[in-house]
C-alpha cells in the first residue's frame, strides 16, 4: 500500500533515439545531414567558429567550459550528443560570476 506522498514505481526511457555516432555529430555540428536520426531541426546545432574552439577544447579536456558572457545551447546540445556516442559522462564547468549559459 502507497502511503499519502509516495510515488509508484515506474520505468523511465530516457530516450527512443539511436545512440549517435560520432561521425554524425561532427556533421551535425557543421550542419550537414546525417547518416543517423539523430538531431531536431527545431534545436540548433551548427556552431560558429568560436563555439567550435569551445567544443574541440571539450573534446580533449572532458568537460565544457562555459565562458562569463555565456554561450549558445548549439554547443551544450552538440557536446551532451558528443558525450553519449563516446560513452562519456556529459560534464560542464560554468566560470566563475556566469550565470547563464
Not at 551544450?76 to 566563475?96: G, M, P, S
Request: a positive charge.
Amino acid at each position: 500500500m502507497l502511503g499519502p506522498f509516495a510515488l509508484p514505481h515506474f520505468s523511465l526511457k530516457i530516450s527512443d533515439m539511436p545512440k549517435p555516432d560520432k561521425n554524425d555529430v561532427e556533421r551535425l555540428s557543421r550542419g550537414e545531414s546525417t547518416r543517423g536520426r539523430i538531431g531536431n531541426r527545431g534545436v540548433g546545432h551548427r556552431l560558429t567558429q568560436k563555439e567550435r574552439i569551445l567544443f574541440e577544447a571539450a573534446k580533449r579536456q572532458a568537460f565544457l567550459k562555459i565562458p562569463v558572457a555565456g554561450i549558445r545551447k548549439n554547443v551544450i546540445n552538440i557536446y551532451r550528443l558528443w558525450c553519449q556516442a563516446a560513452d562519456r559522462e556529459f560534464v560542464t564547468r560554468k566560470h566563475k560570476g556566469s550565470d547563464r549559459f
